[in-house]
């Protein structure tokens, strides 16, 4: 069990950086997901922490201790790197054994936590089974039993689902999920998928060019996106962006688009004149005769409970989430409401979220 405290992480490679300054907290037991594109730092993160990469600067506390120079045998970390990664030549409890027979511990003891593992996992009755005839579920629930069997104090994954099929996939992420609340061992778990990690992560960081955009719970990373990059990466279909020239006061509860007043949460921040951009999710855009702000149909997708509708409108193209009885037809013009609660506002030039009733406290402290 460890929390673990990142503080100005900076890693170079030669005049490449891969993380620049990052900064978060992973609590003590908590399921904690690395989120971004492919080259954002994920991995080069995951292995600063777990020893594999030494940082250039910043430092990595694990409970209170600092260890970022410290090499990867002195962290009590579990690395799963893939979960297939077995010794073929071995049965389940000699590939689950290996770690604490390496480690020189006595047999009895052995065969005692080998056990309990296998109890955890569910696999006691394939211990004497070659690895060779596994299903995939099974050969991966042993490269989990390697990780844990040794106690580690954290465990790290980088991808660990990435090669299996959509309905395994989920399946493993539901399992993982309901291990770890089994266990509650500190997890730290690399992923570019934004689904699996707002499903399975208790916290997630949000990273982008090696920056941290944004770090909290998936609900306020969902409701409250610091930055047009977090918005437009978590959820499908993405946040809708509507762009205009605008200004605002402190204490205004709405914005001017396109001659019509948009309610928005309370803003408190001050903007003269400039580039902005409206945030929309899909779900909180409603179709209504009397909404003002108008567009016109140009497609709609049958999703069986709910429909997708895009809709052109002056200021941007929308994808509007909305009951599948509703009637919409392509070509036609329609009123559209925002739920004024759940809107953001962002600046187009560098992409940051205005401070506003809604998201105080979320992610500007
Ligand atoms: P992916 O999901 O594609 O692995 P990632 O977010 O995990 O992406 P990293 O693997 O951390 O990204 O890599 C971040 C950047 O650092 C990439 O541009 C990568 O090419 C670069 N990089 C990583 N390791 C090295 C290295 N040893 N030497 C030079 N550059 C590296």
Redesign the pocket.
């Known amino acids: 069990m460890a929390e673990i405290v990142i503080r100005n992480l900076r890693k170079e490679?030669?005049n490449?950086t891969?993380?620049k300054q990052s900064s978060f907290t992973i609590g003590d037991g908590e399921f904690f997901m690395l989120l971004?594109?492919?080259?954002?730092?994920?991995?080069?993160?995951l292995r600063m922490i777990a020893g594999l990469e030494l940082p250039t600067s910043g430092e990595i506390l694990i409970d209170g201790e600092d260890v970022s120079q410290k090499p990867a045998s002195q962290r009590d970390i579990a690395m799963v790197f893939q979960m297939f990664a077995l010794y073929p030549h071995m049965n389940v409890r000699k590939n689950i054994s290996y770690p604490l027979v390496s480690q020189g511990l006595p047999k009895t003891q052995v065969r005692e936590r080998v056990a309990e593992v296998a109890r955890i996992l569910d696999i006691t009755d394939i211990l004497d089974k070659p690895v060779s005839g596994l299903s995939g579920g099974d050969r991966q629930r042993v490269a989990l039993g390697r990780a844990i069997v040794r106690r580690p104090k954290a465990f790290m994954m980088d991808?660990p689902l990435g090669a299996l099929d959509a309905e395994f996939r989920e399946h493993m992420a539901e399992e993982l999920r309901a291990l770890h609340d089994r266990m509650k061992a500190t997890t730290v778990y690399?992923t570019?998928d934004q689904l699996e990690a707002m499903q399975m992560g208790d916290k997630i960081v949000v990273?982008n060019h090696?920056v941290v955009e944004q770090f909290g719970t998936p609900q306020e990373i969902y409701d409250h996106p610091a930055t047009m990059f977090v918005a437009d990466f978590i959820g499908s279909p993405a946040m809708n962006f509507l762009r205009f020239n605008g200004s605002f006061r402190g204490g205004d509860t709405g914005v001017i688009l396109g001659g019509q007043q948009i309610e928005t949460p309370q803003l408190q921040e001050e903007v003269s004149a400039r580039d902005l951009v409206l945030g929309v999710r899909p779900e909180h855009i409603a179709l209504t005769d009397s909404g003002l702000y108008r567009g016109r149909i140009s497609a709609t997708e049958y999703l069986g409970t709910t429909q997708i509708v895009t809709i052109d409108a002056a200021h941007g193209t929308l994808k509007a989430r909305i009951p599948s009885g509703t009637v919409a037809r392509v070509g036609e013009t329609v009123g559209m409401s925002f739920l004024a609660p759940t809107l953001s506002v962002f600046d187009a030039g560098s992409g940051r979220a205005f401070r506003t009733s809604a998201n105080q406290g979320v992610f500007h402290g």
């Open positions: 490679f030669g490449f891969a993380v971004g594109p492919s080259g954002c730092g994920k991995t080069t993160t991808e690399v570019h990273m090696g």
